[in-house]
């Protein structure tokens, strides 16, 4: 016969004490036991052991502090280190720095911006993702919007333009291009304000941005145009959402003279052009916010701030890419290859050409990592003076909202 509620009861208190001041293996069998003589469910057999009677450390529920067992493998001098190379990287995650960290180190002592000892240094070089993410989770909670879309269809020619199938593309060849605009409107979408035209090969991560006046044709086929003659590799196909400023004939006959594969995402599912979206706000966003940005002043700032972001983001960050997705049932499970930089993968390439590696390589050993994210800081902080200083009718606040 079973035990009554108020002998199980009894049993727990006295496990309790005992539960408490065991080793991890004592707990198990602790645990096994109780759950044999009261009949409990594992998880909840638990639950009443953890908090069952008062708290270990008092009525405040402070528990005693207890020594450690082992002296801390990475010390002050290894998590100072960590914390100037996670900031130099744009506080990425412990994952994508992890893959990176090695090399950084290396760059960052050959520019002078980091001198470390031996020990220190392989330490550092040594870390894990885990270990990264634990040791700055104090600084990620220290340094802890939404935009609107204003894309508008463009039908006329649509019916010219084929949706993306991706049969059509070969997305392990640099050259197949994802293009969007990101409007800076601050939330008053009323007169002229700056777009920014975002430009993500899918292949490779490579990312390229500028600024334009407004979303007339005119301007974003001319940044478009600019920006290919910046690409590391031929630009063999592009894809843009169904907005007039991509949808129009100028472009659709470019293509064709230039034999560039043209297509479009179905309306209403942003989800088509992912690579790009996903890049309007890990560059663009994060660079500029939310603010309204209007005027030819703010447009030079912000593609001198682009020129520095691109050689800082498509060298020095590292990117993740999805490969196998699996649900079973409510869960999901995502399967991701291993960090790499757009420029490390354009290297591994074989559809670039030798010449085109040797160019990438000799810019890369010219670029210091640091010197680009202060010179991307200074600029930030003169537009952000320059959104203060702006009249009160089209300031915005930190979450895209204008005020009066």
Known sequence: MGLTMKERKAVTAVMVARYRRASKKQKGRLLDELVALTGYHRWYAVGL?????????????????????????????????????????????????????????????????????????????????????????????????????????????????????????????????????????GGLAQGDFCQTLDVTDVASGWTETEAVLNKAQVWVFAALQDIRARLPFALKGIDSDNGSEFINDHLLRYTRQEHITFTRGRAWKKNDGCFVEQKNYSVVRRAVGYARYEGDAQLRLLNELYAELRLYTN????????????????????????????????????????????????????????ELKRNIVRLQNRLLRIGLRRPPAVKATASGCAVS
């Open 315 to 370: 060298f020095f960050q590292p990117v993740m890419k999805l490969l196998t997705k699996e649900r079973t049932g409510a869960k999901v499970k995502k399967t991701y290859d291993r960090p790499r930089t757009p420029y490390q993968r354009l290297c591994s390439s074989t559809a670039l050409s030798q010449q085109a590696k040797q160019q990438l390589r000799a810019q890369y050993a010219g670029l210091n990592p640091a």
């Open 49 to 185: 052991l953890r908090g069952h009677g008062p708290p270990p450390g008092g009525p405040r529920g402070r528990a005693e502090a207890r020594p450690r067992r082992r002296p801390r493998r990475y010390d002050a001098a290894v998590l100072a280190a960590l914390r100037q190379v996670w900031v130099i990287m744009d506080c990425i995650c412990g994952k994508r720095l992890a893959a990176v960290l090695p090399e950084m180190v290396a760059v960052l002592e050959r520019h002078g911006e980091l001198q470390l000892a031996p020990d220190t240094r392989q330490k550092l070089c040594a870390i894990s993702a885990a270990s990264i993410d634990r040791l700055l989770a104090a600084e990620r909670r220290r340094l802890n919007v939404r935009g609107r879309s204003g894309t508008k269809p463009g039908t006329l020619l649509k019916h010219q333009i084929p949706i993306r199938t991706f049969a059509e593309w070969d997305q392990t060849q640099p050259g197949f291009v994802e293009i969007d605009l990101v409007g800076h409107d």
